[in-house]
Nanobody, 114 residues
Framework: QVQLVESGGGLVQAGGSLRLSCAAS????????MGWYRQAPGKQRELVAA???????TYADSVKGRFTISRDNTKNTVYLQMNSLKPEDTAVYYC????????WGQGTQVTVSS
């Protein structure tokens, strides 16, 4: 059983930046990929960004050029650097680990004011 704990969310003005962290209780290298998802009120959860064990990255079109996902295997932590934030980025952001079993974090709220 792996636990994922997100942190770094908060309230920020449009145009601002936040960095989310996802700390795993075990080795993240064992997972095929780590990802960040988000869910806004009344909407389905969607993929924001993902990074594979080898470091290949995928981004939703809506965040390309603004968000960057990275991982530190020595710290078992995945990050999401979010720049040029927009009100439509407001959501609960979740970390996910993809492997033989999938694990989700509890989520962290990001609110972007206009």
């Amino acid at each position: 059983q792996v636990q994922l704990v997100e942190s770094g969310g908060g309230l920020v003005q449009a145009g601002g930046s936040l960095r989310l962290s996802c700390a795993a209780s075990g080795s993240i290298f064992s997972f095929n990929a780590m990802g960040w998802y988000r869910q806004a009120p009344g909407k389905q959860r969607e993929l924001v960004a993902a990074i594979t064990r080898r470091g290949s990255q995928t981004y939703a079109d809506s965040v390309k050029g603004r968000f960057t996902i990275s991982r530190d295997n020595t710290k078992n932590t995945v990050y999401l650097q979010m720049n040029s934030l927009k009100p439509e980025d407001t959501a609960v952001y979740y970390c996910k680990a993809d492997g033989s079993w999938d694990y989700w974090g509890q989520g962290t709220q990001v609110t972007v004011s206009s």
